[in-house]
């Protein structure tokens, strides 16, 4: 009985199912489903225009039913149109684009008028105006029920809808089905690899990442050259960049020379305008001595006399020059070897050897005080340079005298006289005899100041100060206003 198998309708002689045989049994098919029913998964055979069989249908069945599925061969050859062909489908594709363009211009504004209806507040759901009477008759009729009413009449009307009630439904993002699936790639058959092959498969360089390196191995230089290709192909250098780079030497040369060229020029011409304004500054300060001197504005020529004074007067100087020079000279040659010299041995002096050699007084007043004399100038003084020496306009340095106290300047015009006449030769009468005389008096005095009463001098020359051409030196006010005139003359 396990051999038997049930399953048309005939087996079962138009009667029930028969208990001892273990199996699924439809009797006149109850209780089987249309899906189950056999053959559904069979699909007839079909054809196409050509009267081959069609045997992509076995692909496009279930999801596949309304997907593009390129099976056939010719799906795989690109196509050749002709002129008549490509016009006759440019038109279908524009005819298409059309149509596809007012469905999906009125798919969206349906949409839109949707959504700006809903949100409008205005725009309340309408109510249903329909109404219905029912006569509703109680099974009970006595006055305990229905408050003792025989017959109602029921009013039937739509339950209205709240405008301001939020949704009742939820929108829910469904996933995108899967699109068509693309053209296969048609592959040729393994072939069996020959010796050739094998042998050109061994000058195929490795798969090298410039970027990515999992394993961390370590790849050489020429490997990564190699993958990269780029020594497979010869490299072809441009004729114009030589050019280029010749001209823009040229260029650079050029450009060097003019530069150069005008530099030349400026310091020419700021060497001309600086000898310029020397030149003026050199003659503004001779018209300033020569004004100050009281001479006239043209120097007059010297004669052979004054030149040959002048001349051995420049000889005398010179000499004396040369002397002083080899004197430090031999004086630097003794600090060499360990010697002082005169200026250091007078430094490094005691004050009892300074008195002694009468050097410059350093005694108190008449020398007999035994106390060093200070110059009291530079004491309890407000005035410094940490504290305001002066205004930047003031070129007044010597504002007092160098030497105030009246005992050292007696000592250092005139000899004291309490000196053996016999050791120094008379030099009291000497002194008296000199200046009572008039041969040291000048035969003409300086322009411009007036004689001092005659007497003895008890002190050094003193000059007076001349403010009004102090405060024009060299005349430089004097030539911009000058410069003015005659620049308001021309205009």
């Known amino acids: 009985m396990s051999a038997l198998t049930l399953r048309r309708n005939i087996d079962f002689g138009n009667g029930g199912a ?77 005819e298409l684009q059309e149509v596809t363009r007012a469905e999906t211009k009125a798919a969206i504004e349906k949409t839109m008028n949707v959504l700006l209806s809903g949100a409008q507040p205005n725009n309340v759901p309408k109510q249903s105006s329909d109404l219905k009477y029912f006569k509703f008759m109680p099974s009970e009729k006595s006055g305990a029920f229905n408050s003792g009413a025989k017959e109602r009449m029921i009013k039937m009307v739509e339950k209205p809808v709240d405008p301001l009630e939020p949704p009742k439904f939820k929108h829910k993002r469904v996933p ?50 190699v993958a990269d290709g780029r020594g497979l192909h010869d490299v072809l250098i441009n004729d114009n960049f ?12 050029k450009a060097r020379v003019e530069i150069e060229a005008i530099n030349q020029v400026k310091l020419e011409l700021n060497k001309k305008e600086k000898e310029k304004k020397e030149r003026e500054l050199r003659e503004l300060a001779r018209k ?7 001479m006239d504005a043209d120097v007059p020529k010297e004669t052979v006399e004054e030149r040959q004074g002048r001349l051995e007067q420049t000889k005398i100087r010179e000499e004396k020059h040369g002397e002083r020079k080899t004197k430090r000279r031999l004086e630097a040659k003794d600090g060499a070897m360990g010697k002082k010299s005169k200026t250091t041995r007078d430094r490094d002096r005691d004050i009892s050897e300074k008195v002694a050699l009468d050097m410059p007084n350093v005694g108190g007043a008449g ?28 070129h007044n340095v010597y504002d007092k005298g160098l030497i105030m106290s009246q005992p050292t300047i007696s000592t250092l015009y005139r000899p004291t006289k309490d000196v053996d006449s016999k050791m120094y030769g008379g030099a009291d009468e000497q002194l008296d005899k000199i200046s009572k005389t008039d041969g040291f008096k000048p035969d003409r005095g300086f322009g411009g100041t007036d004689e001092r009463a005659a007497g003895q001098r008890d002190g ?13 030196l060299f005349g430089l006010d004097r030539l911009i206003t000058k410069m003015k005139k005659a620049e308001n003359a021309t205009d």
């Open 18 to 94: 028969f208990p001892e045989i273990h199996m699924p049994q439809y009797p006149l098919g109850m209780g089987r489903d249309k899906i189950s029913k056999p053959g559904t998964k069979i699909l007839p055979v079909t054809v196409d225009a050509n009267g081959d069989i069609a045997y992509d249908v076995l692909v496009k069945q279930f999801e596949n039913s309304k997907k593009i599925v390129y099976s056939q061969h010719k799906d795989l050859v690109p196509k050749i149109l002709k002129d008549e062909e490509i016009d006759k489908d440019e038109k279908e594709e524009e």
């Open 176 to 225: 995108r089905p899967s699109g068509s699936p693309p053209v296969p790639v048609m592959h040729s058959p393994p072939r069996p690899v020959s010796a050739k092959d094998q042998k050109e498969w061994t000058k195929i360089p490795p798969c090298t990442s410039n970027w990515k390196n999992p394993k961390g191995y370590t790849i050489p230089l020429d490997k990564r050259l």
């Open 242 to 253: 030589a050019k280029l780079a010749e001209s823009l030497y040229v260029a650079e040369e």
């Open 288 to 294: 300033a001595r020569s004004e100050r001197a009281g």
């Open 367 to 394: 020398g007999g005080g035994g106390e060093v004399m200070y110059d009291h100038r530079l004491f309890n003084q407000e005035k410094g340079m940490d504290s305001g020496f002066a205004t930047d306009d003031q």
């Open 460 to 472: 050094p020359v003193e000059f007076e100060r001349d403010v009004a051409e102090e405060a024009d």
